[in-house]
């Protein structure tokens, strides 16, 4: 069988099949440097849920939007996890350093949304908006790309915000936490 179908059907396969082992494959790179950052698989799992969602929601949007993926489109779920994670790594970084100091959980937490809150937030906006003008130039696959990012990047952020305080605050609030140390800290 030849011919403009087949040729196709086959290159949308390889761009599925090839869009999935990228995406796995830059999971577990992230899963990884979170375990050895935060050394805590609760946390390394807990800051990968918004990318995942964020993820998912965009590839449900692209499949809506525009049907298809192409050689460009297919490298989004890469860039999207690469960009995203930030959001979740700033909020936990946030609220361990501050559990470290002695904080209650209630605290830490007010404080990780408060403080590192806002620059996540301007960040992800930022970025999202920069990734939207993309979707103005010429070429039909940059534009794609560019607004399943951008709501990839922003549906990331709202998880980010709405699911880490849920996750993270399940419990006594009132109590003490001790994290594990960060990566690097030597205990000094």
Excluded at 6 to 19: H, I
Excluded at 95 to 105: A, F, I, K, S, V
Excluded at 127 to 142: K, Q
């Amino acid at each position: 069988l030849t011919g403009l179908p087949f040729l196709v059907v086959d290159e949308e396969t390889a761009l599925a099949s090839g869009m999935l082992r990228a995406s796995a494959a830059t999971g577990l790179g992230i899963f990884l440097l979170l375990i050895m950052a935060f050394r805590s698989l609760r946390r390394a799992c807990v800051a990968l849920l918004p990318i995942a969602v964020g993820t998912v929601v965009s590839l449900g949007a692209m499949y809506l939007l525009f049907e298809t993926l192409d050689p460009i489109t297919s490298s989004f779920a890469a860039v999207l996890m690469g960009l995203g994670i930030d959001f979740s790594v700033h909020l936990l970084a946030r609220y361990d350093e501050d559990l470290r100091q002695g904080r209650t959980r209630r605290e830490a937490l007010f404080s990780s949304l408060s403080k590192a809150g806002p620059g996540v937030v301007t960040g992800a906006v930022t970025t999202a908006l920069a990734f939207l003008t993309i979707a103005t130039t010429e070429f039909t696959s940059y534009g794609r790309m560019g607004v399943i990012t951008a709501i990839g990047l922003m549906v990331g952020l709202l998880t980010s915000l709405l699911l880490l305080p849920v996750i993270l605050g399940r419990g006594n609030l009132e109590a003490h936490e001790d994290p594990p140390r960060p990566f690097g800290d030597a205990g000094y």
